[in-house]
């Protein structure tokens, strides 16, 4: 361990059922684990991690056992992977076979190299199978049996076959990595020749398959990542839907990483929304959904992910139906999985304000009671604490609840008081200011003041000197608009979407 806290970290990253299988694991020692059981359970319970106390209960071999406790812990669950990963299983064989073969028993250490490559040719692990043949070339030459020249002629062929895939893979994952910091480098992306000079169109050629399949994914990448350099969006978008629909050609590969396919998809959900490619962004949406993932962290990122994107895409077009199933996922999903805090606040901040666009105004506040209360307080981000309280306001205003109307507005203003100077802008002092006008002026002076408003916060965008977080201005202003033309929000924000 590097830092006193990569126990905690390790032990708060771990499934329900990876705690239970460490502890039936622990208890099987008996006497000698029961310490480090308890100090693993006392660092389970706590929120935030406190050496002192632990030092207090545990005293001044706390740091040696923390570090034995850490090394068992990942003892347990390679253990614990080992039946539901082939990576891990050709390890092991690989493992028993060098045993084996170190005690003279080659036939039983060849019977594990053949299950081995037999597992590694599922995975296309090209490394893997690299190093079983060297083992299987050792048991050849010891055996001496009946054709082993041809036999190790013919593994000294595949070596040379594995070893040019792995090249190829390895050419084009180098490729990925290189363009992906040339995109960063905008004197580049501005000089063709310099681009053509480095990363040679002909190298990405669509008709080009390599022969390995993770090559073929590597390949996809790069030459996806060389068309966004180039800027031809509606290549690059192809090409990473040719890698999504790679991974369902290796169901194995798939299951062994699942977060990469996740990771896969997740990119191109991003882009397809990003280049309004709305229909391939709904059938993506559609796939994740129908996912059954195995693991718990698989599940806790299909939610947290999937969630945030309806989220989005709700917002974003005025979406009502679905609206409350997606409230009813998110309640479920927020209990069930241990998301970060920042997550949290993310998921339940968009969806008070997806409410609030939808005109569910008592959901929307029982939502943003929520983000003060329970999510904001741990991650203390000024930004999404104003943004609520304005939101609040907001609601308030269209449902005219005078009281709640005074609380908000007291709550913003007492908020923007307590805040550091640099907290809170133009934007927020102004947006309180207008309000508050707007709640006390007769209606026929409510157009002429939405007009004024409307005019101050385009003249503080305009002025550039404020950043005004979260696309809040945005939000204003669509708000606004809705006022002046007597539209409901979910119309204004779908108008300004399909522009």
């Known amino acids: 361990m590097k830092s006193k806290e990569d126990l905690f970290q390790l032990i708060q990253a771990m499934s329900k059922s990876e705690k239970r299988y460490f502890t039936l694991d622990a208890q099987k020692s008996g006497r000698r684990s029961s310490k480090y059981l308890e100090l693993f359970q006392a660092i389970n319970d706590m929120e935030e991690y406190d050496e002192e106390k632990l030092r207090k209960k545990f005293g001044r071999h706390l740091p040696s056992d923390k570090s034995y406790l850490y090394d068992s812990i990942l003892r347990s669950m390679r253990d614990y992977r080992s039946s539901k990963s082939r990576a891990a299983r ?81 050419k084009y994952l180098s490729l990925a990595y290189k363009i992906q910091i040339a995109k960063h480098e905008p004197e580049l992306k501005q000089d063709s020749e310099k681009v053509e000079m480095l990363f040679p169109a002909s190298w990405f050629r669509q008709e080009y398959s390599p022969r390995s399949a993770h090559a073929q994914r590597r390949f996809l990448q790069s030459a996806a990542q060389y068309n966004d350099l180039i800027e031809n969006f509606d290549q690059a978008n192809d090409l990473y839907f040719r890698m999504v629909e790679w991974w369902d050609d290796y169901p194995a590969i798939k299951e062994e990483e699942y977060v990469r396919y996740l990771a896969d998809v997740f990119n191109l959900l991003h882009a397809s929304y990003s280049q309004k490619k709305y229909q391939q962004f709904e059938s993506l949406l559609k796939k994740i959904e129908q996912e059954k993932p195995g693991s718990y962290h698989d599940q806790r990122l299909i939610f947290k992910q999937l969630t945030n994107y309806k989220l989005l895409y709700h917002i974003n077009f005025g979406i009502s139906e679905g609206s409350e199933a997606l409230v009813q996922q998110v309640e479920e999903g927020m209990a069930v999985y241990k998301l970060n805090p920042v ?59 005078i009281d709640r109307l005074d609380s908000s507005l007291r709550a913003l203003q007492r908020t ?67 006022q002046k033309l007597g539209k409901p929000m979910r119309a204004i924000v779908r108008e300004a979407v399909e522009q």
């Open 90 to 170: 050709i390890k092991e064989l690989e493992l028993d076979a060098r045993y084996l073969y170190e005690r003279g028993l080659y036939e039983q250490s060849e019977e594990r190299l053949i299950q081995a490559k037999q597992l590694a040719r599922e995975l296309d692990d090209q490394l893997a199978l690299l190093e079983i043949i060297r083992e299987q070339l050792n048991f050849v030459w010891i055996m001496k049996k009946k054709d082993y020249r041809n036999i190790i002629e013919a593994l000294l062929e595949e070596k040379e076959e594995n070893i040019a895939n792995i090249k190829e893979e390895l």
């Open 343 to 401: 997550s949290q606040l993310i998921i339940a901040f968009n969806l008070a304000l997806l409410l609030f666009i939808l005109g569910k105004f008592e959901l929307c506040h029982q939502w943003c009671e929520k983000v003060l209360r329970d999510y904001n307080r741990t991650v203390n981000n000024p930004d999404f604490r104003l943004a609520t309280y304005l939101l609040s306001l907001l609601a308030a205003y269209d449902s005219s609840e």
């Open 416 to 482: 923007l008081k307590s805040s550091a100077k640099e907290e809170r802008g133009q934007f927020f002092t102004r947006t309180a200011y207008h309000i508050k006008r707007l709640s006390n002026a007769p209606m026929k002076q409510a157009k002429a003041m939405l007009q004024d408003f409307e005019d101050n916060l385009l003249a503080i965008r305009a002025d550039g000197q404020e950043s005004i977080p979260l696309g809040l201005d945005e939000l204003v202003l669509a708000w606004i608009k809705s």
